[in-house]
């Protein structure tokens, strides 16, 4: 059992549902922030605040730790360096806000209400808030799929798609011919990985690929 596991199933912290196979995911892009005394973190989502606890024990009392959430009652899990904002992740004006609050987080993941038009705005505008070496991690993307998400299979508009189409965009630096509508994205990825109902963007600035050759021999 990882130590995140550990916290989840036997420490006490408040109500936190999470599918099992998320916790192999958290670890493998998530641990190298633990106990860094400048970690920040983005939650989209804070429901009954256990991942708020959960991620307070797992990145340690340094971290300064938000959480985002439409429902007025969250304000309640606010203390110390755990911070809560209230607002929709629909609304651009008020992820705009949280830029110009916060400026930047290590790790932002995106947990709350899962439709189409809340995954894409959220991370279409606070993608930029990454820094350099962090994470930005959506979860229950399988809503994709799912008509009462706005969700369909292959359907325009959906997280899924634009996950997909970043994943061309990645490339970018060896396509000429849409290069300049791809914008910053592929200079500033690292890696897109995808996982049953996850996808993670890995933030870091690429310098130009440079083939590189080494051996010995004719
Ligand atoms: C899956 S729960 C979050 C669970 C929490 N991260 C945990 O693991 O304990 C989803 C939360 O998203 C919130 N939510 C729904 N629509 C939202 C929106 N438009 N903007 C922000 N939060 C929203 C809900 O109020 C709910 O608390």
Not at 69 to 96: H, M, N
């Amino acid at each position: 059992m990882s130590e995140l596991q550990d916290i989840f199933y036997n420490r006490p912290h408040k109500v936190c549902q999470k599918w099992e196979h998320y916790f192999r995911v958290y670890e493998r892009f998530l641990a190298r922030f633990r106990n860094r005394d400048d970690f920040r973190m983005l939650e989209i989502g804070v429901s009954q605040g256990g991942s708020l606890d959960m991620w307070r024990q797992y990145f340690g009392p340094a971290a300064l730790i938000v959480g985002v959430d439409i429902d007025p009652r969250c304000k309640g899990y606010e203390g110390g360096r755990t911070l809560v904002r209230i607002g929709s992740q629909e609304d651009r004006g008020f992820l705009r806000s949280l830029l110009a609050e916060f400026q930047t987080f290590d790790v932002i993941i995106d947990d709350g209400g899962h439709t189409m038009a809340q995954q894409v705005a959220t991370f279409e505008e606070l993608y930029g808030m990454v820094r350099p070496g962090g994470i930005f991690l959506t979860e229950d993307v399988h809503t994709s799929y799912h008509e009462p998400f706005g969700g369909g299979y292959r359907r325009d508009g959906t997280f899924m798609e634009l996950a997909k189409q970043k994943l061309d965009e990645l490339n970018g630096f060896h396509i000429d011919l849409h290069r300049d509508r791809f914008g910053p994205f592929f200079r500033n990825t690292f890696g897109i990985s995808f996982f049953d109902s996850m996808v993670v963007f890995e933030k870091e600035v690429v310098p130009s690929p440079r083939g590189v050759q080494a051996g010995q021999g004719a």
